[in-house]
Nanobody, 123 residues
Framework: MVQMTESGGGSALAGESLRLSCAAS??????????MGWFRQQPGKEREGVAV???????TYGDSVKGRFTISRDNAKDTVDLQMNRLKPEDTAMYYC???????????????WGQGTQVTVSS
């Protein structure tokens, strides 16, 4: 069974940094080419794409995080990380990692999801 487990969420002040990590387990060879990504969801809002990365390392970022967040992945370890710098209160959300075969897109069209980790940024 394929699972994804996030870690690294927590609280931060505006302007500070946090790093999220996600480890996939149960990946087979077919999963190695999956795109992986980070999404977030605030109460009452739809889940939005934050940053996504293909197996070849190409990336796409949501407009609200460009220049502040960096996504990376380790294909040997089946992990994907999100470095979040210059955090803002509006970054407060539940963050989810995901993997899927349809390429790195910011739509939440992925078929493997983690349980989420909360990020809270205060001013």
């Amino acid at each position: 069974m394929v699972q994804m487990t996030e870690s690294g969420g927590g609280s931060a002040l505006a302007g500070e940094s946090l790093r999220l990590s996600c480890a996939a387990s149960g990946f087979t060879d077919k999963h190695k080419v999956y795109a992986m990504g980070w999404f977030r969801q605030q109460p009452g809002k739809e889940r939005e794409g934050v940053a996504v990365i293909n197996a070849n390392g190409s990336t796409t970022y949501g407009d609200s995080v460009k220049g502040r967040f960096t996504i990376s992945r380790d294909n040997a370890k089946d992990t994907v990380d999100l470095q979040m710098n210059r955090l803002k209160p509006e970054d407060t959300a539940m963050y989810y990692c995901a993997a899927g075969p349809k390429g790195a897109c910011l739509r939440p069209d992925y078929n493997v999801w983690g349980q989420g980790t909360q990020v809270t940024v205060s001013s």
